[in-house]
């Protein structure tokens, strides 16, 4: 599958917007990604830099012949630039979140970004949403995750096969209140997905058993339990993520983690995605 992935990214050689605060750690990572995805030739990045002008950072990056951006608000330039199609795609890279999520949805009118991110477990491709701690906190989202999953799964070639997951085993039922509210949840999830025509089985809090079983989309409770999901795997765990891709949008855009030791993969995902 990642061959697949990074065969799209050569195919399309998409121009990518990617995010760059030359002040912060990261920079680097991020400026070093950009320049591997050009000479691969799985992107042709942008960067869009935070008022920078004279990094040499920046001054290395141009030395390979590739373009920058250096902008007042890097993050509302990213954002204008997906826009007007100036750029196929965009990664938020190393950018705060705080100006450029909002930016976002006021632009392209959408209430969140239905962000969902690939994970790379044991060399399968597997879905994790909701991951933004402010989405999927009604049933309506977390199935409308789950359509958004399975149309991303049959662009990239994975086999669909949804878990829901809930905040206990499903015999826990009367252990806690909490815990019995949760299980209730997830049952009225698992109807209103078969409703919407859409199949899935309830794993409870067992996503090792979703995943062993063949799971390739784990849809989590809410986005704060799928960001803590997410973190314990890929911040914590070390598994490859391929950034999370921003579903409800009708332009290209991979969320990123400042955390990353690379940005490399959501170039990838980014320029595959946009062909």
């Known amino acids: 599958m990642t061959s697949e992935l990074y065969a799209l990214a050569l ?8 995010g760059l605060d030359p002040a912060l750690p990261s920079a680097e990572r991020v400026v070093n990604s950009a320049i591997f995805a050009s000479r691969e030739k799985y992107a042709r990045p ?4 935070q008022g920078r002008a004279g990094s040499q950072l920046l001054a290395d990056y141009v030395a390979e012949g590739n373009p920058v951006v250096i902008a007042e608000v890097a ?8 826009r007007e199609g100036i750029v196929d795609a965009a990664v938020r890279g190393n950018l705060s979140s705080k100006v450029l999520v909002p930016a976002l949805k006021y632009t392209f009118g959408r209430r969140n970004l239905q962000r969902i991110t690939i994970l790379d477990i044991a060399n399968r491709k597997i879905m994790l949403a909701p991951v933004g701690i402010e989405e999927g906190e009604e049933k309506r989202d977390l199935i409308a995750f789950a359509s958004h999953g399975r149309a991303l799964a049959q662009t990239l070639g994975i086999p669909f096969k949804l878990a829901v997951l ?13 815990v019995d509210k949760m299980l209730d949840r997830s049952d009225a999830l698992a109807e209103g997905l078969k409703q919407a025509g859409i199949e899935a089985n309830d794993y409870g809090i067992e996503l090792e058993r979703a ?3 063949g799971a ?10 799928g960001n803590i999901i997410f973190r314990s795997l890929v911040l914590v765990g070390n598994i490859d993520s391929f950034g ?8 290209v855009y991979v969320d990123t983690s400042r955390a990353k030791g690379s940005y490399l993969l959501p170039i990838v995902l980014a320029s595959a995605l946009a062909g």
Not at 11 to 18: G, Y
């Open 244 to 251: 999370a891709y921003a579903a409800s949008l009708p332009k």
């Open 11 to 18: 195919r399309h050689n998409a121009k990518v917007a990617l």
């Open 211 to 213: 995943i062993d079983e």
């Open 46 to 49: 942008v960067l869009v830099s």
């Open 166 to 178: 809930s905040g206990g085993r499903l015999e826990d039922r009367g252990r806690s209140v909490r």
């Open 75 to 82: 993050s509302r330039a990213l954002v204008e630039m997906l």
């Open 216 to 225: 390739t989309m784990l849809l989590a409770p809410d986005g704060v339990i």
